[in-house]
């Protein structure tokens, strides 16, 4: 039977796992957003109409 891993190995092992995947959530969702224009624009109220339904 093989020895048992070292607690430090297992916390190491542990962290480099988290910061792999969120280096990766960050860096696909930085790449996600470059090409896309802002979510929201804001814009002027439309005129009003002379209140018939337009079709």
Do not use: N, Y
Request: net charge positive; charged share 15%; glycine share 4%.
């Amino acid at each position: 039977m093989k020895p048992p891993l070292p607690d430090r190995l297992v916390m190491l092992a542990l962290a480099a796992t988290l910061m792999i995947v969120f280096c990766l959530i960050f860096s696909l969702r930085l790449a996600s957003q470059q090409g896309k224009e802002p979510a929201l624009q804001w814009r002027e109220a439309p005129e009003p109409t002379s209140g018939s339904l337009q079709i």
